[in-house]
């Protein structure tokens, strides 16, 4: 019954190619976001979903793309990888505030 | 935007005493402050919040300080155990159309010495 889970927790591939991570919530919360935590540590929110909609776009590279399919789901698709995109990104959901985190997906970029 | 600043980065401290974590934001508007803590490779979880409309929140150990004017809050961590050791975040946001845009401090690894 974990609140907020990701697939797959690791993913290692070659630069160039195209990947996608998928977060699901059983909360019920109506916002998702995705956020990326860089090999110091530093956690840096890209995108957040309100009841499908985009509500917040980080400076992000456009080979970033979230999809929201429905409130419960945010998925990341990231085109022509690179090795700058190794990282850890971590979904959350929240209902307001505050919010909760998945487990995360660590992306090795060889 | 947004900017906030931690302190210290490293914090070690002897089991059993207190240790103190500061934060500073940029934005007035900020209005909602959290702090999650991070074991190593776990996920970020939330273990106090405040909101900007009261100064200081205690849970058992743990306690937040809020000084709006000054623009700085502080995480209070008293009869440290060895189990506190993590990375320490502190967030500071303002409510975006149902969203809460947090912007993170850079982190500060608490070292609980036995």
């Known amino acids: 019954d974990t609140a907020v889970s990701q697939t797959p927790k690791y993913l290692v591939t070659q630069m160039g190619n195209d990947k996608s991570i998928k977060c699901e919530q059983n909360l019920g919360h109506d916002t998702m976001y995705w956020y990326k935590q860089d090999s110091k540590k530093f956690l840096k929110i890209m995108f957040s979903y309100n009841n499908k909609e985009l509500i917040i776009n980080e400076t992000v590279p456009n080979r970033f793309s979230p999809k929201s399919p429905d409130k419960a789901h945010l998925n990341l698709h990231i085109n022509s990888l690179e090795l700058g995109d190794s990282a850890v990104y971590f979904c959350?959901?929240?209902?307001?505030?505050?919010?909760?985190f998945g487990p995360g997906t660590r992306l090795l970029v060889l | 935007g947004e900017n906030v600043e931690q302190h210290p980065s490293t914090l070690s401290v002897q089991e059993g005493d207190s240790a103190v974590i500061k934060c500073t934001y940029s934005?007035?508007?900020?209005?909602?402050f959290p702090w999650y803590k991070q074991e190593l490779g776990k996920r970020p979880q939330l273990i106090i919040d405040?909101?900007?409309?009261?100064g200081e929140k205690k849970d058992q150990r743990i306690a937040v300080t809020l000084n709006k004017t000054a623009k700085h809050f502080s995480l209070h961590i008293t009869e440290t155990q060895p189990e506190d050791s993590a990375v320490y975040f502190c967030?500071?946001?303002?409510?975006?159309?149902?969203?809460?845009?947090?912007?993170f401090g850079q982190g500060t690894r608490l070292t609980i010495n036995p």
């Open positions: 934005d007035s508007a900020s209005n909602y």
């Open positions: 959350a959901s929240s209902q307001a505030a505050p919010q909760y």
């Open positions: 967030a500071a946001s303002n409510g975006i159309q149902g969203a809460q845009k947090l912007v």
């Open positions: 405040i909101r900007s409309n009261v």
